[in-house]
């Protein structure tokens, strides 16, 4: 390998590898300099670079030994592996089916969800295991979270913060070893009154678009727990015949009153008299609370008066992702270990776009595709696209792909300033560059990362970058999507999607409709005018009591 020799040897205790390396002399870098037009540009654009030959003397090899024994998940930056990033879309078009698993009809968005759920479950089925712990104890499923809130009006959300601490804890599906009740004995308020033990079901105020559902649990959880606590019921289905049965025998009932159970993210409350009255939050009564500085200091003190000590929060760390080891030729096709890293969110909006990433060194590039092939075909009657995206984001596309760049639009009119705006937009919406989230969304675009913040094209031909202000958008091609390549539809398809343009024609296409929308100033006025009549109005405060 390049002027090294590495001799393996096996001592009977361990292993040994011994390192020759060929003493070179150091070679010089160089600089080049050169004039491209790239795609979408506006004139040559002067480009310089460093050639460097990389050797392999700091070259991480233990701790590729270490990655390729299994002790090790993570890849670092000097062991120069592939990595890809895909995102999950949700279709301008509808679901090609409406219908659950258990013949439920269903809207777009539990469709969604139930797709995404699909795709976890792929992703449980591939999961890697080390040879000491197969068939000892199953892996837990992967757990993707529902929501309809923004990435950071998620973080905020007690209730969906505390799941997922539940997903980094412990699998749900772990058997208990000395279950010993069978809930075919069991009345159904002996039901009742487990489910509602320290480690029974759930049950907290749930909420979903603007919906407040009180003592409710999800159904997923109660499959979970009959699962782990009945010798009886052994597998997720034989549970959600279990709940449909409970249901049918008045146990408990769907919120809204619309299906029946169903394992997923569904909110069922219990019924009649098994459906114990919580007390609120503080008590029935609020008391009120004198300020702690006038309590000790009495009533000639002022509270801002007295210095108050400062109170130190602890700074709790967020995981937002997961990693595993999977494993992509579970059949052993292969004459070598296909396995990748896979990182992919936790929390997941059916609105906007599914993120996750593929990390690998030497696997197969076939069997990757194949899988990803897969994946794709498996969710697309769901109204969910896969589609290829770029690591890092679009602004940067430049200094890694010299032949590409972002097209800047700006707009004729930059967005009105509306004060007090976090408190007239709907929960969970993102108030600030409202107007612009607004625009985009107009052309089916969704939201990519926030951070950034980026949107990604229902069609995956297109991403943009907002800036902000008169500035407006950077506009960029996605030139990862191409004949053969993920999220194209094959050209001449019957009855499919064949007849639509390339890629890069319809993202052209797509361009110049959202630049002459930019620039005229009398659209943008009508739009912003339309918006503005959207936002809620805040009520007036009352004027100040006057003693």
């Not at 400062?310 to 030729?329: A, E, G, N, T």
């Not at 690591?391 to 707009?411: E, G, H, M």
């Amino acid at each position: 390998m390049s002027n090294e020799i590495h001799r393996i040897s096996y001592t009977g205790e361990a292993i040994q590898v011994r390192r020759y390396v060929r003493r070179m002399p150091p070679s010089q870098p160089f600089e080049y300099k050169c004039l491209i037009w790239p795609k979408l540009g506006v004139g040559y654009t002067e480009l310089s670079t460093r050639f460097t030959s990389h050797g392999l003397e700091n070259y991480g090899w233990n701790r590729l030994d270490m990655l390729v024994a299994g002790y090790e998940h993570q890849f670092n930056e000097s062991l120069r592996y592939w990595r890809t990033r895909f995102v999950v879309i949700p279709t301008a078009e509808p679901p090609s089916t409406n219908v659950g698993p258990a013949g439920e009809k269903l809207n777009d968005e539990e469709i969604r969800i139930l797709g995404i759920e699909k795709l976890a479950e792929m992703f449980s089925r591939v999961r890697w295991q080390p040879p000491d712990e197969r068939g000892a104890t199953p892996s837990p499923p992967v757990r993707i979270l529902p929501t309809y809130l923004g990435p950071s009006a998620s973080v905020l959300d007690e209730q969906l913060m505390s799941q997922l601490d539940d997903i980094h804890a412990v699998g749900p599906l772990r058997k208990k070893m000395r279950s010993e009740r069978d809930i075919a004995e069991m009345s159904l308020a002996a039901v009742a009154k487990a489910m509602r033990e320290d480690d029974g079901v759930p049950f907290k105020e749930r909420r979903w678009h603007r919906q407040v559902y009180a003592e409710a649990f999800v159904g997923s959880d109660f499959v979970n727990w009959l699962v782990r606590e009945f010798r009886d019921v052994s597998t997720r289905d034989q549970a959600t015949e279990w709940g449909n049965k409970l249901q049918e025998q008045g146990l408990f009932e769907h919120c809204r009153g619309r299906h029946g159970f169903l394992d997923g993210y569904y909110f069922y409350q219990l019924k009649g008299e098994y459906a114990v009255v919580s007390t609120p939050r503080g008590g029935w009564f609020r008391r009120h609370q004198q300020p702690m500085e006038e309590s000790q200091h009495g009533r000639g003190y002022y509270p801002s008066s007295i210095p108050k000590a400062p109170v130190k929060k602890p700074i709790k760390r967020l995981i937002l992702s997961q990693s595993m080891v999977i494993d992509i030729d579970p059949n052993k096709k292969s004459d070598q270990a296909e396995s990748l890293i896979l990182h992919h969110d936790i929390m997941h909006n059916p609105a906007t776009v599914f993120h996750f990433e593929l990390h690998w060194i030497g696997t197969t590039a076939r069997c990757i595709e194949d899988t990803l092939r897969q994946w794709s075909r498996t969710i697309e009657r769901y109204g969910l696209k896969l589609v290829e995206a770029y690591v890092t984001q679009i602004s940067d596309i430049a200094s890694r792909n010299p032949f590409q760049s972002c097209f800047p639009v700006c707009l004729a009119i930059p967005p009105p300033v509306v004060l007090d705006i976090a408190r007239r937009v709907p929960e969970g919406t993102q108030a600030d560059q409202y107007f612009e989230y607004a625009l985009l969304r107009r052309f089916n675009f969704v939201l990519d990362i926030e951070a950034a913040p980026a949107f990604v094209h229902r069609s995956g031909v297109a991403f943009v970058q907002v800036l902000g202000g008169a500035e407006g958008f950077l506009f960029l091609t996605n030139r990862l999507m191409g004949p053969g390549r993920m999220g194209t539809s094959p050209v001449g398809k019957k009855g499919g999607m064949g007849n639509e343009p390339r890629p890069a024609v319809a993202a052209d296409e797509l361009r110049s409709a959202l630049q002459r929308f930019c620039e005229d100033k009398d659209a943008l006025n009508r739009f912003y005018d339309e918006e503005l009549a959207q936002l809620a109005q805040i009520p007036e405060e009352p004027p100040a009591l006057m003693i």
